[in-house]
């Protein structure tokens, strides 16, 4: 090895250390006893090749080709990135890329406290040929002529200590897509990518699932340099520029705002507003409050239903609109705004008429049935829906708060309806104090006399049971009164 290329390996792996400090002391020193390997394999590569490194994200990829069309590459990136992939042409559209991703089982996870994820080892790598056709994720195509190829030198098709590294070769691939790879060029366009940390398919199938990536970029390589004759030879993976260069000054930093939008507001939706819509309505018995929270539902579950529609364009997975997790969620988006209408209409009704509509059967399969099966449903499908997006690791935070949501508010209604019904029984069966003293010296009162008490006779029971507004005129005497022009009458004398 040539003291220049030991200088930029040392340089390099020391940098590696303190751009990723989650590798750790003990990794640096076995990356650079991997870069020292890789560099060797220069020394015994007998083919011409190209190389292109983006220092700023690890990221290399090394190609050679010959007069055939038959090309052979080697790629390597850090494992925090759920996948890395190299293509032909200026764009997506009409592009053949290399997908490579970690498959199995993962071997170990950890958190990564800089980018807020959760990062997962895995033994092995994926390598993935597809076409694309725009932006969205690129499809796999068995028409492609691809299998894993084992370097003279360095790992092969390995994660090791951080990275992933792949090898891999091309039968007859330069005119298999429209972006043609034209081996005469002296500026032959590539573009690369890196996906989302921690968004890992894990998966040996070569169709595997993608996310959406986190960082693009285009290069360009001098292809007459990395071409010869007709040899048959993989190539190792180089750890110095060669006969490549970066279009622009960095790569892109990709911003994607649906696919976690889409999961904030059914989760915000599902896990914090409904809950509040049911606990005013069966604790505060605030009717107004409850039409409120389930309007602002709504509204959050139509606007997750939109993105939602929008994602399934993106994706291999979602464009058949076949999964439980589309189908579930439509369901239930139809579901919430019967629920919502019929909730409505009830109102309404019971404030023009003062008396629930057919004697308060619907409202009861409202409240009783439909409110709840639409609450605990959804809530299943929001992590259903994060296995289906590739990002199961939210599951680990999602379904802990999912269920004490549940078993707290279960537990908030029922202590209530408990304190409610005991209330109840109070006010039905009132607690009656000791005996009053009796009037008369202890004893009943006197017996009524032929004439009733103090000598006048009882009422009739159509007067003693009248009100002032409900006087007995029938009872009035039928003859006229005296008339006042009559002559007074001397009583009589008094003896």
């Known amino acids: 090895m040539k003291l220049p290329w030991s200088c930029l390996v040392l ?8 751009r990723y400090p989650d590798i750790g002391p003990s990794s640096v020193w076995l990356t650079l006893v991997t870069a020292f390997t890789a560099a060797e394999s220069l020394t015994n590569d007998t083919s011409p090749s190209d190389t292109f490194i983006y220092a700023d994200k690890n990221f290399t990829f090394t190609i050679t080709a010959n007069a055939n069309g038959d090309i052979w590459f080697s790629m390597a990136a850090p494992a925090t ?5 190299v293509g032909t042409g200026s764009r997506m559209a009409g592009s053949l890329m290399f997908v490579a991703y970690g498959d199995g089982t993962p071997t170990g996870m950890h958190w990564n406290c800089q980018s807020n994820t959760m990062l997962i080892h895995l033994p092995g790598v994926t390598l993935s040929p597809r076409l694309s056709n725009g932006h969205s994720e690129p499809t796999y195509s ?3 002529k691809l299998s894993k190829a084992n370097p003279p030198r360095g790992p092969i098709n390995m994660y090791q200590d951080g990275m992933y590294y792949v090898s891999g070769s091309c039968r007859g691939c330069t005119h298999l897509a429209p972006n043609t790879l034209d081996l005469t060029s002296t500026a032959q366009p590539f573009i690369f990518a890196l996906g989302e940390e921690g968004r890992y398919p894990a998966t040996t199938s070569l ?3 993608l996310r959406r990536h986190a960082y693009y970029g285009y290069f360009t390589m001098d292809m007459t340099k990395a071409t010869d004759g007709g040899g048959d030879d993989p190539i190792s993976l180089h750890n110095v520029n060669a006969n490549a260069v970066l279009i622009g000054k960095s790569i892109v930093t990709d911003h994607d705002i649906c696919d976690p939008g889409h999961a904030f507001v059914m989760v915000l939706a599902w896990l914090i507003i409904f809950p509040l819509g049911i606990l005013s309505l069966r604790i505060l018995k605030n009717v107004k409050l409850h039409m409120m929270f389930q309007t602002i539902g709504l509204i959050l579950g139509i606007i997750g239903a939109a993105t939602g529609f929008y994602l399934t364009t993106l994706y291999n997975r979602s464009k058949h609109f076949n999964s439980a997790h589309q189908i579930i969620g439509l369901l239930l988006v139809i579901a919430l705004i019967g629920q919502w209408v019929g909730g409505f209409l009830h109102h309404r009704y019971y404030v023009r008429n003062q008396r629930p509509w057919m004697n308060g059967q ?3 399969g409202h409240k009783l049935v439909l409110g709840p099966v639409v609450l605990v449903v959804g809530l299943v499908n929001a992590a259903i829906g994060f296995n289906f997006a590739v990002a199961h690791q939210w599951n680990y935070i999602y379904v802990p708060f999912a269920i ?9 209604i029922f202590v209530r309806d408990i304190i ?3 209330l109840a029984g109070r006010k039905q069966n009132p607690i009656i104090g000791p005996p009053q003293p009796m009037p008369f010296g202890g004893q009943p009162p006197p017996p009524a006399g032929p004439g009733g008490f103090y000598g006048r006779d009882p009422a009739p029971p159509s007067l003693a049971a009248s009100t002032r507004s409900d006087i007995a005129l029938d009872r009035l005497p039928s003859h006229d009164p005296p008339s006042y022009d009559a002559e007074p009458v001397k009583p009589r004398d008094m003896i």
Do not use: E, N, Q
């Open 404 to 412: 004490v949501m549940i078993i707290a508010s279960t537990a908030i």
């Open 142 to 144: 068995d028409k492609i």
């Open 420 to 422: 409610a019904r005991r």
């Open 81 to 85: 990135y759920g996948w890395f992939a």
């Open 11 to 18: 340089t390099v792996g020391l940098w590696s250390g303190t």
């Open 362 to 364: 619907p409202i009861k």
């Open 207 to 209: 169709d595997g699932p």
